[in-house]
C-alpha cells in the first residue's frame, strides 16, 4: 500500500503577509509605465532630417536656375529628385504605421506626403515653376518637416 | 503694384480669432500670436504672388487649403508634445511612489 502525505508549504508567514503584497505592488509597478507616445526612434529622426534636407537642397537648386530657361526648370528634368523625395516619405509613412500609439505624426507624414505630390503635379501640369512658387512651395515644406521633427523629437525622454 | 500691409492685416486677423473665442481669448492669446508670426513671411508671399497675378484665384484659394492643412499638422505636433508632458508626469509620479515603497520595505526588512 502506497501512503501519500501532502504537506503545506505556507507562502507567507502569518505576520510577513503584508510584505508579500507589498513586493507583488513592487513587481506590478516595476513593470507598469503609462505609454501614451512610441518609444522614441532616432534613426526615424536621422531620416526626417535628411529628407527635409533634400527637399530644401532640391528647391534651392531650383530658384538658381534661370526662370527664363524653361526648359532647365521642366518637370522632366526634375522628375527623379520628385520621385526619390516621395519615396522617401513613403518609407517614413510606412515605418511609423507600424509603430503604436503614433496617430499623430502618422497624421503629420501623411499630410506631407499629399502636399509633396500636390506640388509635383502642379509642376508636372503647369511644366515650370515661377520663383515665387518656389519660395512658398519651400517654406510649406520647410514648416511641415520642422512639425515632423518637433512630433519625433519630444518623444526623447 | 498694390501692397499689402501685412502688420495691418495681422492686427486684424488677431481681432477675429478674439471674437471667435471670446471668454478664452486670455489662455490661448500668446499662442495664436505665435501660429501668425510663424506664418507671416508665407502670408506675405501668398498676397504677393495673388496681387501680381503670379497666382490665379483658383490657386490661391488651393494654397489657403494648404494653410488649413499645415496648420492641422502643427496641432497634431501640439498633441504630441501634450501627450508626451502628460506621459513623464505620471511616471514621475510612479517612480517616486515606488521608491516610497522600496524604502518602506527596507525599514521592515
Redesign the interface.
Given at each position: 500500500m502506497v501512503y501519500t502525505k501532502t504537506v503545506k508549504v505556507p507562502l507567507f508567514k502569518p505576520g510577513l503577509l503584508p510584505?508579500g503584497y507589498?513586493?507583488s505592488?513592487?513587481l506590478i509597478?516595476?513593470q507598469?509605465?503609462?505609454?501614451?507616445?512610441p518609444e522614441f526612434d532616432s534613426s526615424i529622426l536621422e531620416q526626417i532630417d535628411q529628407t527635409a534636407k533634400r527637399v530644401d537642397k532640391f528647391y534651392l537648386e531650383l530658384l538658381e536656375l534661370d526662370p527664363a530657361n524653361i526648359h532647365k526648370r521642366s518637370y522632366s528634368s526634375c522628375s527623379d529628385s520628385y520621385i526619390a523625395i516621395q519615396s522617401e516619405l513613403n518609407s517614413l509613412y510606412i515605418k511609423n504605421k507600424i509603430r503604436p500609439l503614433n496617430k499623430?505624426?502618422l497624421?503629420?507624414i501623411e499630410?506631407?506626403r499629399?502636399?509633396w505630390i500636390?506640388y509635383k503635379t502642379e509642376h508636372k501640369q503647369a511644366q515650370t515653376l515661377?520663383n515665387?512658387?518656389i519660395?512658398?512651395n519651400r517654406?510649406?515644406m520647410e514648416?511641415?518637416f520642422y512639425?515632423?521633427r518637433?512630433?519625433e523629437k519630444?518623444?526623447k525622454? | 503694384m498694390e501692397t499689402i500691409n501685412m502688420n495691418e492685416v495681422i492686427t486684424d486677423m488677431l481681432a477675429a480669432m478674439k471674437s471667435s473665442v471670446s471668454h478664452h481669448w486670455k489662455e490661448i492669446k500668446e499662442s495664436m500670436q505665435q501660429f501668425l508670426a510663424a506664418r507671416k513671411a508665407r502670408f506675405e508671399l501668398l498676397a504677393e504672388l495673388r496681387i501680381s497675378g503670379e497666382l490665379s484665384q483658383e490657386h490661391f484659394e488651393s494654397r489657403l487649403q494648404d494653410e488649413k492643412l499645415i496648420a492641422e499638422a502643427e496641432m497634431q505636433a501640439l498633441e504630441v508634445i501634450s501627450k508626451a508632458m502628460a506621459q513623464n508626469a505620471a511616471n514621475a509620479a510612479i517612480d517616486i511612489f515606488q521608491k516610497a515603497v522600496g524604502a518602506a520595505i527596507k525599514t521592515v526588512l
Open positions: 510584505l507589498l513586493l505592488c513592487i509597478f516595476s507598469c509605465r503609462v505609454h501614451l507616445l499623430n505624426t497624421s503629420i499630410i506631407t499629399n502636399l500636390k515661377t515665387g512658387i519660395e512658398l517654406q510649406s514648416e511641415l512639425t515632423m518637433i512630433a519630444v518623444k525622454q | -
